[in-house]
Structure formats: C-alpha cells, structure tokens
C-alpha cells in the first residue's frame, strides 16, 4: 500500500503551487525542523520553494534558496534549474534565464 504523503508535504505544494513564497518558506523551515524522514527530502522540499519564487516571479528569493541548498552540500537538480530559469523569465531577466537555460542543456 502506497503511503500517504506527510501534511506538511501536502501543505508544501499547495503554497508553492500558489506562489505564495512566505507560505513555502514557513512549511520548509517546519520541514527543517521536523522529523528526520521528511528532513531526508531537503532537495524535494526546496525545489518547491524555488516553484513558488518561480510563480510569484521572485527571482532574489529563488537566488537565496538555490545558495543556500548548495550550502547545504545539495546542488539543485534538472527541476530546481528550471524552476530558476522561470523564476528569472517572469522578472524580465532573460539573460539570467538563459544562463540557468544552458546549465539545463
């Protein structure tokens, strides 16, 4: 039987999901603090902070989690680039959006 997914996971995407980035970043920081099996998806978890910076068109804030989850010794992956790359489009900065482009490709 296939488990169920923890609230705060749930909670997680639906805030992203809206663009709402204070809403994201206040479940991932619960995530952080929480229990060790949901704290094991660090990568999962802030992929959707950068999702939410993307749809609320948040490029700094997207720039400060994608620093700070290579702090974290966890590069982001094909998904968090290209939650950056959207996330610099919707600010205009088609420059910065192509750089995230060419490190996708």
């Not at 169920?4 to 663009?19: W, Y």
């Not at 952080?32 to 068109?57: I, M, S, Y």
Request: glycine share 10%; with cysteine.
């Amino acid at each position: 039987a296939r488990r169920r997914p923890h609230p705060l996971i749930v909670k997680l995407g639906k805030c992203a999901d809206a663009g709402d980035v204070e809403g994201t970043e206040t479940c991932f920081r619960s995530i952080l603090d929480g229990e060790q099996a949901v704290r094991t998806k660090l990568r999962f978890a802030c992929n959707h902070v950068l999702k939410a910076c993307a749809n609320a068109g948040n490029y700094e804030r997207a720039l400060y989690w994608s620093d700070w989850l290579e702090a974290q010794g966890c590069d982001a992956n094909i998904k968090g680039l290209g939650k950056l790359m959207e996330a610099a489009a919707q600010c205009g900065d088609s420059e910065a959006a192509g750089q995230w482009l060419d490190k996708i490709l």
